[in-house]
Structure formats: C-alpha cells, structure tokens
C-alpha cells in the first residue's frame, strides 16, 4: 500500500515548456486535490476532484490544467510553463465528503523549477 | 478569498519547552484541522476538532478550536528533536481545505 505517488520528483523547465505532473492513489479514495506550496505562502489550493469525473477550480487554477484520468489518478499539467510556477506542488487524496474529507493524505511532492 | 493568519511563523526553542501556535480568521469554520510537514515530505494530519470550545489531545500535542470557531490554538509540551518541521493550521469550507502559512519550529538540543 504505497498511498499518494508523484512523479516527477524534481523537474526543470524553460519558460514556454510543457508538462504533466502525476498523481496516483491506492486507497479508493474518491476526491483528489492539488496544492502548490510557496514559502511563506502555505498550501494553496489548484484543483481538486470530488469523485472521478468531475474537477473543480481551487484558489489559483490560472495557468493549470487537471484531468481525473480514474478514480486511481489525477493529473497536473502546465501548458506553457512560466516562472511563477516554479513551486513545489502536492497531491492529495480523501475519502470524500463528510468527516473522511478532514484526513487528506498528501503525496512527497514534485519541485518544479521554471527559468 | 479565504485566509488563515498563523501566528508565530517561524520559533526557535530548548528542547523540552512547551510551544504555542495560534491561527485565526476573518470566517467561521465548521472544522479545524494542524498538520504537521517534515522536511522534504507532504503534510500530515496530527489533530481534527469538530466543535466549538472542543479540546482534543493527541500524545504531547493539544488543540482547541476556538468559541467564536474563528481560531484554534495547538500546544505542544515538553519538546523532543523530532517535532522539528512546519506546522500548519487549516479550516474547512464545504469540501475544501484553506491553509495557514504555517509556523516553522526549530528546536536546540
């Protein structure tokens, strides 16, 4: 039981370059999420997905893209990556709605460095 | 939109003091949430509280989810090497979650 797994790890990118990010469970967890974290900034909300086939705008959506391939994976990505996307971005998962929702279970993150 | 104000964001302490972190908002929130972050990993969650004035204990660490439900506090008492990371409070709106900036603990052996 691995819980949440992101690939990559770290990844460099030139201003303009394109990416996924991949997120996959092996809970049954039906929502997923995926924050971007800044320092000093927190968590910050991308997207998330409350149940397979459906995706939703977090805090900062602008310059993202998701898609909730299965119930098992949801992916990030960047169509045209730009500096101030140079962050470290996680994905989580929970069981769903109600008090399950609380215990989000957070992948070891991917470091994204955009020049 | 939504913002949690953690306080204090960064503290440096003797091993086996107690330590104290607050957060606060502007909005009420029908749950409160402190996770904690090691370093080079994702959060974690320590402790969940539900009710307003709930007091909840989880080993060495206790939270409060504050009466107005526009604040919690967590404690920690008797500080060891391995609290060392970013702890960070979160409130729940409807099926999301908003996060403080987090508190930073450092602790000298």
């Known amino acids: 039981n691995a819980g949440v797994t992101q690939t990559p790890k770290f990844q460099v990118l030139k201003t303009g370059q394109s990416m996924t990010l991949q997120c996959a469970q092996d809970m049954n967890h039906n929502s997923m999420y995926w924050y971007r974290q800044d320092p000093g900034m927190g968590l910050r909300l991308i997207y998330y997905?409350?149940?397979?086939?459906?995706?939703d705008k977090g805090e900062v959506p602008n310059g993202y893209n998701v898609s909730r391939l299965n119930k098992r994976e949801f992916s990030l990505r960047l169509e045209s990556a730009a500096p101030s996307q140079t962050s470290v971005y996680f994905c989580?998962?929970?069981?769903?709605?109600?008090?399950?929702?609380?215990?989000?279970?957070f992948g070891p993150g991917t470091r994204l460095t955009v020049l | 939109g939504q913002q949690l104000n953690q306080s204090p964001q960064s503290m440096f302490i003797q091993e086996g003091e107690d330590v104290s972190m607050n957060c606060t908002s502007s909005?009420?929130?029908?749950?409160w949430l402190w996770y904690k972050q090691d370093p080079g990993e994702g959060p974690v969650l320590l402790i969940a509280?539900?009710?307003?004035?709930e007091l909840t204990s989880n080993g060495r660490l206790t939270a409060q989810f504050g009466i107005t439900r526009k604040d919690s506090f967590l404690n920690i008492s008797a500080s060891i090497p391995s609290d060392v990371g970013i702890y960070f409070c979160a409130g729940r709106i409807a099926q999301k979650l908003v996060f403080g900036q987090g508190t930073r603990l450092t602790i000298n052996p």
């Open positions: 989580a998962s929970s069981g769903g709605g109600g008090i399950s929702l609380d215990t989000q279970y």
């Open positions: 909005s009420i929130f029908n749950t």
């Open positions: 997905s409350a149940s397979e086939g459906t995706t």
């Open positions: 509280l539900y009710k307003a004035g």
